[in-house]
Every structure is written in structure tokens, then in C-alpha cells.
């Protein structure tokens, strides 16, 4: 017979049969359990004499006697004297002073942001309390982000999320707590509803692919090679961008996004191709076009094509091992024939005669 769920009569269930209670010794601490028990905040008010009307049947409890920190109103002690006369004119109620779910609005724009922005938020309740703070929490954090006290009649703050990175990426709700009219402490109340966040680009990776031939950090003029970039975070409708640093001027490269990395190819490398390569990630979210910071520098150098290879160089190698070779084979084999031939002493002697006399 209250103005809402959190006042009226106070009844208990016994034996499957409601019953009142007697207001004698009623007062905000027992009324405070009941609010409690019920999810209604704190008691503003403990009301005797039937204020919103007699009941029927059972009187259950005649005495009841509470600390305020019960979590049930039958955890509480009770006087069992039988002389305490009650009558339904006799019976307890309570006001409470229910804790609205608050509601969070963004006073920002949009709610994709980029790192070191500030996010806005509102929250606000419709019914006025003595209010004591508000808080601002991220899903999966115990702890407040933001807290801002609030005066007595205020019934909206604005929390403000500052200089946000890309750990603040998530779900954001809010509470306000109000000070309880027995025992004298802070109640939270329930969360409000939910906003997700996004904050900014996670930096891309980046490598590259080219022949086993070429020094490090360098591709052979001619020679094919790749840069992949790659991403943690993926939106719909993102792309890699790839940037070419040079004296002269830069030259982009666009690729959608259709998973986590994309490959640039280059079949043939020339000397426009040298340079200081950068990856960045590109996708318009909530009206906005957001760009990632870009990634590491990754240098490149053209190299002329050697003349001599390794292979060339090998080849060259066997065919002078063997040309030597074949030389020293023919000396050799002069040296051996021209021992065989040369003459002895004698016969050298006897051609002499010989050819002297044929002479005469």
C-alpha cells in the first residue's frame, strides 16, 4: 500500500501465511534491514501506528530488535514477552529511499577516438538523493576510473576520461553512491547501461622477402621481393597503406584489409624502389577516418647485380684448376720424352766420326 515497491507495510511470511509486524521498539535500524533486504537503498523513514494501513491475520513479530547490519529482518532479535499487547492499529512500515539505475550518456561526439584525446561522459539519475560521489568504471576493473563528488542537489556530473591510449579501448559504465540514513555509510547504487569505446589503431609490423644473395637490409636490381604488413586489430572496411620515403617524394600503396596482414609485391627491383618503407592501418569508423601511427622505418638499397656470381665464380675456378692442370701435364710429359731421347756420350762420339765421314 506504498507509493512503490520500496514502501509500505512491512509483512513477513511464516508458514506459508503473511503476517505484520508490531511497531513497538521500531525504529530506522529495523527499517533499515528491511530496505536493505529488498534491494531499496536505505530507510528514509520508520512509520508507526499503520501509516498505510492495518493488515489481516498474524502479528508475527511483536519486538523486534535489529543492529542495522542484519541482511534479513529474521536475523534480527525479537523479544518473546507475551505482555507486549499489538493490534493491527500497531502495525510497522517503512519508506525507503530507492537507488535508481543511473543512466550514461557520451557528451562526446562519437566514440571512436584517437590517443591522448579526452572522452565525456554524463551520468545522471531522475530522482534527487543526498548524493555523495559518482564513479565511472571500465568493464573488468574493480576499481574507478574517474570519481567527482557531487553537491546535495545535483543530479548529473560529467566524468571526463582524459589523454585516453589504446588500453581504455572498452565497455564504460557508471554508479553513484549515497550516504544511508542508518548505519551511516556509503550505498552504490546499480550499474548504469553500457557504452563501448574505441581507442585509436594499434601501430602495424612489418618485414620483408627478397633472394638469399643479398646483403642484409638490401635487394639485387632486378631480383623480385615483398613487403608484408601486418595488425592485431581488425575493422571492417580497413586497409594497409604503405609508404615509400624519398628524397624526391613519397609513394603510397593501398590494400584492403581482408585479414590480419597484406603482402606488397615488387617483381622487379629498381632503383625507385629505394628507400625508407613505413606501414600504416586506414579504416573510417563513426563518420571519422582514422589513421595508426606508423610503424618502424624499414630501409632498402638497390645493389647492382654482381657480374661475378657465386655459381659464375665456381665455374671459373674449375675451368682454371683444370687448365693448370693440363700444363703441368704436358711439361711434365716433354721433360719425361726428351730424357728418352737425348744420346749417350758415345753415340754422340760415334755421330761425330760418322758425320765427319760422310763429309769426306
Known amino acids: 500500500n506504498g507509493e512503490n515497491k520500496c514502501s509500505g507495510r512491512v509483512e513477513v511470511l511464516r508458514h506459508d501465511q503473511w503476517g505484520t509486524v508490531c511497531d ?21 523513514h520508520a512509520l508507526h501506528g499503520a501509516a498505510f494501513g492495518p493488515g489481516k491475520g498474524e502479528i508475527w513479530l511483536r519486538h523486534v530488535q535489529c543492529t542495522g547490519h542484519e541482511s534479513s529482518l529474521t536475523h534480527c532479535a525479537v523479544v518473546l514477552h507475551n505482555y507486549y499487547y499489538c493490534t493491527h492499529e500497531n502495525d510497522a512500515g517503512v519508506k525507503c529511499s530507492t537507488l535508481l539505475t543511473p543512466t550514461l550518456t557520451l557528451l562526446s561526439p562519437h ?32 576499481t574507478p576510473l574517474v570519481t567527482q563528488r557531487a553537491d546535495l542537489t545535483q543530479t548529473s556530473v560529467e566524468l571526463t576520461l582524459s589523454d585516453v591510449e589504446t588500453f581504455h579501448q572498452g565497455s564504460y559504465s557508471c554508479r553513484y553512491r549515497i550516504k544511508g540514513g542508518f548505519p551511516s555509510e556509503l550505498l552504490s547504487s546499480p550499474p548504469s547501461n553500457s557504452i563501448n569505446i574505441t581507442v585509436e589503431l594499434l601501430t602495424p609490423h612489418h ?26 586489430q581488425q575493422y571492417p572496411g580497413g586497409s594497409f597503406q604503405l609508404r615509400l620515403i624519398q628524397p624526391n617524394g613519397t609513394v603510397r600503396q593501398s590494400l584492403p584489409a581482408l585479414s590480419q596482414f597484406v603482402t606488397f609485391t615488387f617483381p622487379n627491383a629498381q632503383s625507385s624502389n629505394e628507400g625508407y618503407y613505413y606501414c600504416l592501418y586506414r579504416v573510417q569508423m563513426g563518420g571519422r577516418t582514422f589513421v595508426s601511427r606508423e610503424s618502424q622505418p624499414l630501409p632498402i638499397a638497390i645493389r647492382p647485380d654482381p657480374l661475378l656470381s657465386p655459381m659464375v665464380i665456381s665455374w671459373i675456378v674449375s675451368g682454371l684448376t683444370f687448365v693448370v692442370a693440363l700444363v703441368v701435364i704436358i711439361i711434365v710429359a716433354k721433360v719425361l720424352c726428351y730424357k728418352e731421347k737425348k744420346p749417350s756420350e758415345l753415340e754422340r762420339e760415334t755421330r761425330t766420326v760418322d758425320n765427319t765421314y760422310v763429309a769426306l
Open 111 to 142: 566514440t571512436v577516438f584517437s590517443s591522448g584525446e579526452a572522452i565525456r561522459f554524463s551520468c545522471s539519475v531522475k530522482l534527487g538523493h543526498h548524493f555523495s560521489d559518482f564513479h565511472l568504471y571500465k568493464d573488468g576493473v574493480s
Open 207 to 232: 618485414w620483408y622477402n627478397t633472394s638469399s644473395e643479398a646483403p642484409t637490409g638490401s635487394v639485387i636490381r632486378g631480383h623480385s621481393f615483398n613487403i608484408t604488413c601486418s595488425t592485431q
Open 24 to 44: 513497538l521498539g521500531w525504529d530506522v535500524r529495523e527499517a533499515h534491514v528491511v530496505c536493505l533486504q529488498l534491494g531499496c537503498g536505505f530507510a528514509e
